[in-house]
Structures are given as C-alpha cells and as structure tokens.
C-alpha cells in the first residue's frame, strides 16, 4: 500500500508478532511484515492527503473535534453515533487538547465501525487488562501514545452491548525512555533499532528478562535461540 502511494517498502523478517510458542524452532517464529524505515507522518501523508481529495468531492466527510459518547440503536442494530462537539483547538499534534463542549450531535449510517485506537495512555486500564500471564504489572510505566488514547470507546462500547475480545492483547515495550521534552504526560520514547534490540551487560552478556522477555514484541522475536521466560506465548 505504502509503496503504491511513493513510499519504498522492505520486508522485515523477525518483526512480526510471534504467535507461536517460545519453544518453536526460529524460523517458525519469524513473521514477515512489509514495513517502510522510518516513522512519523511522513508515512501517512501520502493517504491523508488522497483522503483530503475526497473529501472535497463529498464522498467522505470528516467531524474533526467530534467526541463521540454513545451508539444509537434501531432494536439490535447500531445506526449511528451521538456525542459532543468540542471548542476549536490549536494544542500541537499529541498534546492533550480542550474537552470543552460547544455543542452536540448525532449522525446516522447504515454501518458504524469503531476505530478510536487503543489504552497506551491510560495506564489505570493497562493495569485492569493487564494478562496474567506476564505475571504483575510495572509499578511504573511511561506512555508511548498521547492522553487521548485512552480507551474510554471501548468501555462505552462495551456498556452498551458491544462484545468485545482480545483485551489483555497487549504491545508494551520495555525499552522506553523518558522524553526529555515530553508532548504528552510521561511521553516515553521508544529506542528502535532495526532490525531488532539486543540487551547486552558490561560483558557483553545478554539481559535477563524482562529486557528480553516477550513483553515485547521485538525481544520475542530474537530469543528464540535463549533460555526461554516462563510463559509460553505473547500478544
Ligand atoms: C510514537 C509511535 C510510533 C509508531 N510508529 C509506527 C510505525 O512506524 N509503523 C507502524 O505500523 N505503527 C506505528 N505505530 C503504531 C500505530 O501508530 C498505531 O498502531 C495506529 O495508529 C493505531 O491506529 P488506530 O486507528 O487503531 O488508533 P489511533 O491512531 O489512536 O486512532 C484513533 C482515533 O480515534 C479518535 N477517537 C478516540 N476516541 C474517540 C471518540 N470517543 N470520539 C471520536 N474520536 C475518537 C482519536 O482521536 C484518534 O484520532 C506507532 C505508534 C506510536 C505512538
């Protein structure tokens, strides 16, 4: 997709999120996903700026500053959305932004898709959801995702009947650092070598977990050959 839309895409063996035991031999832990180096919005630029030329032709239409507080129903179905338009905002991209109302609406559809992101910011929620099976969560953490993704769609969906799955699947790192000059509260930065972080002592030996323990995703993906942690998959 990216590469259609001018970007130059590498398959990345071994960042893919493992799904098999820890024990499987390497190269069955081995995902490939097509990924492009780099990050930021130099990424997405290129579909937001092909969504932005639609919307001029009234296929799509975006409610910025929109927040949406509920799902409206026709008997089982969902048929729309109400919530509350917010005051008009300049805070800086990622940076927590007026919740102020103005106003509210609702809108109608004939399917609604609820795509309002995750919990990374909401570390009260990451701690409720946390999976057991990577046994107690850190007494502190640090965020690598802005306020807002907060995960209070998800409850409200859940409040009115939506069924949720999967919400101890997790992706934390554990090689985050605290950003000196943070955007958002305890912007945390993540170190992000390619292809792949290996923890090394003073003598060159490798860390224990949970520097590489398959709470995260990368470590998981090269300790195929170590000793492995106690639990025996990863989300
Ligand atoms: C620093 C950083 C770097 C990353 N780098 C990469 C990378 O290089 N490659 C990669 O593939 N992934 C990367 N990711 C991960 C990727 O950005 C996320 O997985 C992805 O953005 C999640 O998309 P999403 O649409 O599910 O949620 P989001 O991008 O969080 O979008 C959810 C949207 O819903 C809106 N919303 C939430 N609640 C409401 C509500 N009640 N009413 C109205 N709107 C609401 C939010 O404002 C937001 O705009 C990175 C993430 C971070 C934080």
């Not at 048929?79 to 008009?88: M, Y």
């Not at 999976?131 to 850190?138: A, D, H, N, V, Y």
Request: hydrophobic share 35%; glycine share 12%.
């Amino acid at each position: 997709m990216a590469a259609g839309a001018g970007r130059e895409v590498h398959l990345a063996r071994g960042l893919g999120r493992a799904r098999r035991p820890h024990r499987t031999r390497p190269r069955q832990l081995r995902a490939e996903v097509p990924r492009t180096w780099g990050t930021g919005t130099g990424i997405s630029d290129p579909f937001v700026a092909k969504a932005r030329a639609v919307a001029e032709s009234v296929l799509v239409r975006f409610a910025f500053r929109h927040q949406i507080d509920g799902l409206l129903f026709d008997g089982d179905q969902v048929t729309g959305v109400l919530g509350t338009a917010l005051e008009p905002e300049a805070a800086r991209r990622g940076a927590p932004s007026s919740r102020s109302p103005v106003g509210s609406f609702e809108l109608r559809a004939q399917a609604v898709v609820i795509a309002t992101g995750g919990i990374g910011g909401n570390h009260e929620q990451v701690r409720k959801w946390w999976p057991s099976r990577l046994g107690t969560p850190p007494q502190k953490m640090i965020a690598g995702v802005p306020e807002y993704v907060n995960g209070r769609m998800l409850d409200i969906a859940t409040d009115q009947g939506v069924r949720l799955m999967n919400r101890d699947q997790m992706w934390h790192c554990t090689e985050g650092l605290q950003n000196w000059d943070p955007v958002w509260p305890d912007h945390a930065i993540r170190i992000f070598p390619g292809p792949s972080s290996v923890w090394l002592d003073a003598r060159g030996r490798q860390l224990p977990a949970p520097g590489r323990c398959r709470n995260s995703w990368i470590t998981a993906t090269t300790s195929s050959s170590r000793t492995p942690c106690p639990s025996s998959s990863m989300g």
